[in-house]
């Protein structure tokens, strides 16, 4: 059974930078595609960042330029670099698992980790 943990959230000022990890129980590449969305208080869970087996990755115009998802293949951890955030950031990020690769089902998904971003 898949497990991911977040951590890293927390309170920062509008302008800051905070990096968020999530740890997974197998091997990142093993996974077809590593994500962050995220979930402010009253909207709808957003997609953030997308990161591909082969290292592909995807970004909403909104965090485009600011956000960075990468990985450590050998801590089987995946990071979300968020810079230059703004009250608008604020929400529950969560990491989520999807597919594995080459081919199989798989929709796991992480507990939660707080940023909140004061102006």
């Known amino acids: 059974q898949v497990q991911l943990v977040e951590s890293g959230g927390g309170l920062v000022q509008a302008g800051g930078a905070l990096r968020l990890s999530c740890a997974a129980s197998?091997?990142?590449?093993?996974?077809?595609?590593m994500g962050w969305y995220r979930q402010a208080p009253g909207k709808q869970r957003e997609l953030v960042a997308t990161?591909?087996?082969?290292?592909?990755?995807n970004y909403p115009d909104s965090v485009k330029g600011r956000f960075t998802i990468s990985r450590d293949a050998a801590k089987n951890t995946v990071y979300l670099q968020m810079n230059s955030l703004k009250s608008e950031d604020t929400g529950v990020y969560y990491c989520?698992?999807?597919?594995?690769?080459?081919?199989?089902?798989?929709?796991?998904w992480g507990q939660g980790t707080l940023v909140t971003v004061s102006s």
């Open positions: 990161l591909t087996w082969n290292g592909l990755t």
């Open positions: 989520n698992a999807d597919g594995y690769y080459p081919r199989g089902n798989l929709e796991v």
């Open positions: 197998v091997r990142i590449l093993s996974i077809a595609a």
